[in-house]
């Protein structure tokens, strides 16, 4: 089983360590949520659990991607440590920039900034523990007390709710 798992993990993501992690996952929630169920309904309900595992992983890396992609502008090409809402210092080893530029990403990480503080309390935490801390689910469930389902929803929410208002503010992301 664990195997024919692996390769459907590998198809869908064609990534040897991420198929890992998705089937460790799967199995793990199956041992978690069903261990009292009998053995003929594993097979099913593995399956299930997998395909749901890796739809979360697509989820995860689409937000991810989009936040990234934002954020990354902002950073320098070298510096992978850089905190966008921390610092605008300007490297100077970096393309150069105009200070239209630099007023520009300013006012930018500013208006992210406090859209980021309008979020309800529980997005706002989901959100920053999850994108910014970069704790997985379970992490961070554990962390606000709550179950995953409502991390996933948190952050879903704050995600459309920080999109929408960037959008309207003329943020392409």
């Known amino acids: 089983m664990e195997r024919r798992a692996f390769k459907q993990a590998m198809y ?4 040897e360590e991420s198929a890992l992690d998705i089937v460790q ?4 929630k199956l041992a978690e949520k069903y261990g009292d169920r009998p053995d003929d309904e594993f097979p099913v309900l593995f399956q299930r659990i997998l395909q749901n595992t890796i739809r979360d992983f697509y989820r995860r890396s689409k937000v991810r991607s989009m ?5 990354s502008a902002f950073s320098p090409d070298d510096d992978e440590e850089h905190d966008p809402l921390e610092t605008l ?6 393309s150069p920039r105009t200070p239209e530029n630099v007023l520009l990403q300013a006012q930018t990480l500013n208006i992210i900034d406090e859209e980021i503080k309008k979020l309800p309390a529980r997005q706002r935490e989901a959100f920053l523990m999850r994108y910014w801390e970069e704790m997985d ?10 179950s995953e389902g409502s ?5 879903s929410r ?10 309207a503010k003329g943020i392409k992301l």
């Open 12 to 15: 869908a993501v064609h990534e």
């Open 158 to 167: 704050a995600t459309h709710t920080l999109a929408a208002a960037l959008s």
């Open 151 to 155: 991390v996933k929803t948190h952050c």
């Open 25 to 28: 996952d799967a199995m793990m």
């Open 67 to 71: 936040w990234t992609t934002l954020l």
């Open 89 to 94: 210092a300007i490297d100077s080893d970096s």
């Open 137 to 146: 689910v379970a992490e961070t469930a554990a962390t606000m007390g709550c």
